[in-house]
């Protein structure tokens, strides 16, 4: 039985994931994670994307993508594909590396957009990866807010738009919504 299409629509905009086969590392180290970034660098630019939040974790990928056109699944090919041959080839390793289609869950609301950007920028620090999402330097959040270079394929004004229309006035609206999403440590 073939999978079922999907739905994606011009000007839509989806929380991306895609996870290693069994929980396997797909970046092993910084150049892995590089090689990834450049992957998806031309896809704005190629396929109309505003790719609005990235984040390379050891085993998975987290993205926010805006659409131009229903061609997500062409850029995500090109790029898992790209990708796992040269991991196979840097690692000396045969088969698949992703556990299966990459996932996309269409973003409806302002609020859901607003969660998961901050779902995205905790996701480091849920699992021990980094203190403050803005640690991160796999997560293109502490750019977008200014405390590193950006990487300029990053949709950071599109992004920071939909909190206020100056930049600054942007930036912090941002910081503040996400820091209020921190999770809540109890005293001992």
Known sequence: MPRPLRLIEPGGVYHVTTNGLDETPIFRQDRDRRRFLALLAPLPARLGWNILVVC????????????????LSVGMERVKGDYARAFNRWYGRRGHLFRERFKSKPVL??????????????????VG????????????????IGVR???????????LAQFAQTRE??????????DEGAPRRHAA
């Open 56 to 71: 390379l974790m050891d085993t998975h990928v987290h993205m926010l993508v805006q659409v131009a056109d229903a061609n």
């Open 109 to 126: 609301t302002e609020a859901h957009l607003f969660q998961t950007i901050r779902y995205i920028a905790f996701n480091p620090v849920e």
């Open 129 to 144: 990866l980094a203190d403050r999402p803005e640690d991160y330097v796999w997560c293109s959040y502490g750019a977008t």
């Open 149 to 159: 270079p950006a990487w300029p394929w990053i949709a950071n004004t599109a992004l």
């Open 169 to 178: 006035h942007a930036i912090a609206r941002l910081r503040a919504f996400v």
